[in-house]
């Protein structure tokens, strides 16, 4: 399932459009590299101080308060808790990618006038990909100014001038009367994003979803409501609702970045495999390529029980990036149910002493019933011991 790495910071849409971008001072693809690589390394590291160190706090701050006045306290107020927002966001990047989650750079590319960076995060089965707009800061170095987030289809500042709309309302009460109607109807009840989000956290989707549908229709067309909805309907054994949630978001959303990645779900679920393909296809061309988006059409031909299809295909994302792990492993479950037991053993021995996974207790595992029982396993076992 496509997972969506969303802090409670980023479930709000913006009111006012965010801050318009400027070229800033010429930042040169070596240094995109560079800086992106040293991402890599704090999420790997787990070191989400230093991850929310490399945000540019003024920056992302302008792109935020954009188009709201207010008291000069709010402002300071908001100064004050960026720093913290980031660091929850930072915080839940490296937490996401824990045991053996990633977080990889693809590509430095340009979007207007914004230069950007495209990550790819895995966390468990799921996917989501972070495309961080850099900026020169005022001591020289390469820092984020803002994350544009595939799975939310908005940005940080986007999401977060929603939060400081509200704040700016809490803080003086006649703002609310500058706003148009829907505006000064999401702020009054913007508060039950956190309660449908506190419910889905507690194992009541249920709650969260009555929670949504007593909303007034407006707000339930809103892309901050609609996707703690997307979230609760996921977490529900029952597909139904979650298979209407993605037909709804396809009316709602046309043509946004956060379909292609979510609808991927709705098809599989559906059974629509050709339409699911093709969706991964328009997702990777989007994405301007990246490998796992054949694990993707693995497991959609794994559904469509086209099983050649399905091992070419992580063949090929294997090919395309060694280091994928995802691939690794779903081609381990391929070997196992093929009975390649030599297969089996030189992708466990793979994943643990190139890739430095974890594998976990194997003979606790039914996927390994077979395999354990075999003379390939025993010697696995015994050369591991020793090396261990």
Not at 34 to 42: L, S, Y
Request: charged letters at 30%; one cysteine or more; aromatic letters at 8%.
């Amino acid at each position: 399932m496509v997972h969506a790495l969303i802090p409670a910071i980023i479930l709000l849409a913006p009111v006012f459009q965010a801050g318009q971008d400027t070229k800033s001072a010429s930042i040169t693809a070596k240094e995109c590299e560079v800086f992106a690589h040293e991402i890599e390394r704090m999420v790997a590291g787990g070191d989400s101080r230093a991850l929310a160190a490399a945000f540019d706090g003024p920056a992302l701050l302008e792109k935020v308060i954009a188009g709201v006045e207010t008291k000069p306290a709010v402002r300071e107020g908001f100064s004050r808790a960026m720093p913290e927002m980031t660091r929850q966001f930072a915080e839940a990047i490296c937490n996401a990618c824990l045991p053996d989650g990633s977080y990889r750079f693809l590509r430095v590319h340009d979007v207007g006038v914004q230069t950007r960076i495209l990550f790819r995060l895995l966390s468990g089965d799921g996917v989501n990909y972070h495309d961080h707009v850099v900026t020169r800061s005022k001591d020289g170095s390469v820092k984020i100014a803002d994350c544009y987030v595939f799975a939310m289809g908005e940005t940080l500042a986007q999401s977060m001038n929603r939060s400081y709309a509200r704040a700016a309302a809490e803080a003086d009460p006649s703002f609310l009367d500058r706003l148009r109607g829907t505006e000064a109807t999401f702020i009054k009840n913007v508060g039950k994003i956190k309660e449908m989000n506190d419910c889905i956290l507690s194992g009541e989707a249920k709650k969260a979803l009555a929670i949504f549908r007593a909303l007034p229709e407006s707000l339930q067309r809103e892309k901050a409501f609609f996707f703690v909805r997307l979230q609760a309907a996921a977490s529900l054994e029952d597909t139904d609702e979650y298979k209407q949630v993605l037909s709804d978001m396809e009316k709602l959303f046309p043509g946004d970045p956060a379909l292609d990645l979510h609808c991927i779900d709705g098809l599989v679920l559906n059974k629509q495999w050709e339409a699911a393909i093709a969706r991964i296809d328009r997702l990777e061309v989007k994405l301007d390529g990246d490998p796992y988006t054949d694990v993707m059409r693995g497991d959609t031909y794994m559904g469509w029980e086209k099983f050649d299809q399905a091992k070419s295909s992580y063949k090929t994302a294997v090919t395309r990036e060694p280091s994928l792990g995802a691939a690794h492993r779903r081609l381990l479950m391929v070997a196992l149910g093929e009975g390649d037991w030599d297969e089996a053993v030189r992708i466990l021995i793979k994943l643990e002493k190139e890739l430095h996974e974890s594998l976990g207790d194997l003979e606790r595992d039914p996927d390994y019933a077979d395999f354990i029982k075999t003379d390939a396993y025993a010697k696995w076992k015994k050369a591991r011991a020793g090396n261990g």
